[in-house]
């Protein structure tokens, strides 16, 4: 906690607890393997591996709700309307219209903590209502997407026969059964062995080839340090951009763009479907030539070709999709919901289908009754709720699919303008009205949490469980425990800072408030034109998103029909949310794994992969972890090679 506090929050260097997998709960993993091959005896009985996998899921949890995008996220955006109220904008009405167990009403209390108390201390006692209703709409949340993972284990596991790489090369991170052969060779069904199976031959810290790819990753990391610290030594960087390059027309309407080095996408891409990959980096420069040819024939218009939007419309294209595909599997659960004879599959799962679907059902009625509560109507608040529980598990199904380390490939601002599209406004609300695009705009923050992220945490630990033979008590407890000391860990630590140092100067803020406080603002800026100016319907935008919508059936169906059709939509979806950052790496990963298939077949391929999983690790460990410990201790130099796990 002390760690991600002073790098994340107070110097802003390094979000190390933001990636996937988070960067402190893989150094607990590898010191603990360390520990065991040092003293065998700690290995034997298997003791010290599932307290190990314990720890992981117990800290990947909480370590999410740390970050950026978990609680400083919602007390920027419940406190930002009465600090920033002036009389050029109407926050203070908007403030007046909340009820006040959203957030606190004292004005001084908001001032302090944005200019920090004088003494340091945090006024529990105005902040404890807002932070009991919201504490109890996180773990409403975050429990019922336990059962929304558990209701899609089954189809996704068993009968897609997904593969899960990230929880798979946890299990490969942590330590083993035994020194002597890897766990993975000795159990498990061939479908869960795919991904690991070219590491099965030992313990991945014992293999060579491991090593090799920690070695590049330690020059291309150590190149960068050491620029940092001495800016005349020559580095390899972070990114190389073509912009310039493409400054005369017509090719400046091929911009932006920008190669980015991305050691851990491409050694984790190395696990992804070739399929997937192609996707996403054609679908990023399928944007870009669009956008030049359109420029070209004269159609010149902002934020065209609605990447976003087309990512939006693949994503609700994959809601459907993936219930359609499961409804056999689901419908077997309403009828064991509603006084049905239970299945013997039921039984092995993580919680019984019964308590998995009426959980889901009360988390979601929880979750609207809180909007609807706070202001939102019913109609809106039940659109809001479904959209964002649809966008989580699409979410969840790409990390259990592809094992892409990227937080930031869900449409998180789309979820809300989707909506916001189809309703315009004339410029004049009656109150009930107006109090409802408020609550909206006060509670979409949970659009920009971590919800998605903890659901996919909470899916990689099940199956890490259901792999490693961890009791399904014990990996519940471990799920509610990581949600729970995640929640009260990032609470204490944000409010103590804010009131400690003022939230003005903290999170990359200078005098008025950092980068959270800016996007809170931004959503009542919305509100305040929409509330007072009036906005017209978004066609344009609405149109991307039926187009990605469309496109995502199509290639659906395309791929139902021809086997090998080389287009996923998960791709579609992946590169309209966060493609500008990722297309790069991700062509990385798909030359160098097409290359070594063509070239060297299956076997060179298994063997190969220790390299790319030593790439990616040791880039998360030397940049995170070691760079980031420097990062605690000296700012400036920090600041030099800033890294985000995004």
């Not at 034997?44 to 609680?71: D, F, K, Q």
């Amino acid at each position: 906690m002390f760690w991600v506090r002073k790098t994340s929050l107070i110097a802003f260097t390094i979000l190390v607890a933001e990636g996937s997998p988070p960067i402190p709960a893989v150094a607990v993993l590898v010191l603990m393997s360390a520990l065991g091959f040092a003293v065998h005896r700690l290995a034997r009985g298997h003791r010290l591996r599932r307290e190990a996998l314990l720890i992981y899921i117990v800290m990947s949890l909480g370590l999410v709700t740390l970050e950026a995008n978990g609680v400083r996220q919602l007390l920027a955006q419940l406190t930002v309307t009465r600090y920033f109220a002036a009389p050029g904008n109407d926050y203070a009405l908007f403030a007046d219209l909340l009820p006040s167990w959203i957030t606190p009403s004292d004005e001084s209390v908001i001032r302090d903590f944005y200019e920090g108390s004088a003494n340091g201390r945090v006024p529990w006692g105005p902040w404890a209502a807002p932070l009991t209703a919201w504490g109890l709409l996180f773990m409403a949340l975050g429990l019922s997407l336990v059962c929304l993972n558990s209701l899609f284990r089954r189809p996704w596991a068993e009968h897609e026969r997904l593969s899960y790489p990230l929880a798979e090369l946890i299990l490969q991170v942590a330590p083993p059964e035994s020194w002597e052969r890897s766990p993975t060779a000795t159990g498990g069904s061939t479908a869960s062995r795919s991904v690991t199976a070219p590491m099965a031959a030992r313990p991945l810290l014992r293999n060579p080839l491991f090593w090799v790819g920690v070695g590049l990753a330690a020059i291309y990391d150590g190149s960068n340090i050491a620029h940092a610290f001495s800016p005349q030594v020559a580095a390899i960087g972070q990114q190389f951009d073509m912009n310039p390059l493409l400054s005369e027309r017509p090719w400046a309407y091929l911009r932006p763009m920008t190669l980015t080095f991305r050691p851990e996408i491409i050694g984790l891409g190395y696990l992804v479907p070739v399929d997937v990959l192609l996707s996403v980096w054609g679908f990023f420069l399928l944007f870009r030539v669009e956008n030049f040819f359109a420029s070209v024939a004269g159609y010149q218009i902002g934020n065209f070709p609605f990447e976003r939007s087309q990512g939006m419309g693949a994503y609700v294209g994959l809601m459907v999709f993936l219930v359609w595909v499961g409804r056999k599997h689901l419908w077997q659960v309403v009828q064991m919901a509603c006084g049905g004879p239970r299945q013997d599959w039921d039984r092995q799962e993580l919680l019984p289908s019964r308590l998995a679907f009426w959980g889901l059902v009360a988390g979601i009625a929880a979750v609207c009754i809180f909007c609807v509560s706070a202001g939102m109507s019913w109609g809106l608040a039940l659109t809001y709720v479904l959209l964002t529980y649809g966008a989580a598990l699409v979410y969840i199904r790409i990390r259990a699919q592809t094992g892409l380390p990227i937080n930031y490939m869900l449409p998180r601002e789309e979820v809300l303008e989707a909506i916001l599209a189809l309703k315009p406004t004339t410029g004049h609300f009656d109150k009930a009205g107006l109090r409802s695009e408020t609550a909206y705009a006060t509670i979409t923050v949970i659009s920009r949490m971590t919800f998605p992220q903890l659901g996919a945490f909470e899916m990689e630990g099940i199956r890490i469980g259901t792999r490693a033979g961890l009791r399904r008590s014990h990996v519940l407890t471990a799920i509610t425990y990581g949600l729970a000391l995640g929640l009260v860990l990032a609470l204490g630590m944000h409010l103590t800072a804010y009131y400690g140092f003022g939230a003005n100067v903290l999170d990359g803020g200078t005098t008025s408030g950092g980068y959270r406080a800016a996007q809170a603002r931004s959503a009542f800026d919305r509100l305040q034109s929409r509330a007072f100016v009036g906005v017209p319907m978004d066609v344009r935008t609405t149109v991307a998103r039926g187009l990605g919508l469309a496109l995502t059936l199509v290639m659906l169906w395309l791929r139902a029909r021809f086997l090998r059709f080389p287009l996923n939509p998960l791709g579609l979806g992946i590169a309209g949310s966060y493609g500008h950052s990722i297309w790069f790496p991700c062509f990385m990963a798909w030359m160098c794994k097409t290359l070594i298939l063509r070239l060297g077949g299956p076997h060179t391929y298994r063997v190969a992969t220790p390299v790319f999983l030593g790439l990616a690790i040791g880039h998360i460990l030397f940049a995170g972890g070691i760079w980031g410990l420097v990062g605690a201790f000296s700012e400036d130099v920090a600041k030099r090679y800033l890294m985000w796990f995004a």
